[in-house]
């Protein structure tokens, strides 16, 4: 059983290293900000209770996170483990969460905020089919239009200029000190997240002493 945290600010490769190691290992990933997602688009009450925080990229708060949380790993889907992304972003939530969950390391995705802004504000989503695109990395074959779907292309609500701006600012002053909360509990593994995936997910598995990374053909590039 293996019970990971992946850290790292917006566009630092959580999602993408997280489900890397998921696949590979059998973990269940679990995405906070996914889970929200879907409370919104599909109209629930939590969705109506989280929408505006979410679309200004302001936190949700600790009681809702912790229930949230909570729930989803209520379920025990989880046999060989998990990898949780997007949590804790407080100190608060960090502190529930080792109260909770012995967890066998923390991953620290580490990227400057100059290559964040410009990693983020390349995003781009599907409309129709939520496929991922990045302007930089992975552009679509016509511009503004889905490769699989033909869907309009957009930019999620959050990853604007403003509420970049706003989240980095957040991010620091919340998260810094979650991090340094589980470094004292030496769990933290702090990568470098400038690398490409690959690297990046390479790095991840000598540091946790898992099996190597081996890329598959044709997998999507994401950063
Ligand atoms: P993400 O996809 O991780 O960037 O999350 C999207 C949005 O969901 C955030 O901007 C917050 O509004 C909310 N959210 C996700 N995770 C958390 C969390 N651990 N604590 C509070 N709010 C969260």
Redesign the pocket.
Known sequence: MRKYVIMGV?GSGKGTQSALLAGDLDLVHI????I??WHVKNHTKLGAQ?RR??AA????GDDL?AEVVGDRLQLHDWNYGFIID?????RG?AEFFLESYDIDGVIHLDLPDDEVRRRVLARRLCSRCGMDYNLIAHRPAVEGRCDVCGGDLITRE?DAPDALAR?LADYHSKIDPVIELFRRKEYVMTIDARADKTTVQQTIRTRLNLPAYTPSEGEPVRL
């Open positions: 917006q995405s906070v900000g996914d929200f997602r989280v925080l979410v990229g302001e936190l949700v996170v997007g949590f804790p972003r407080s939530q959050d989240r």
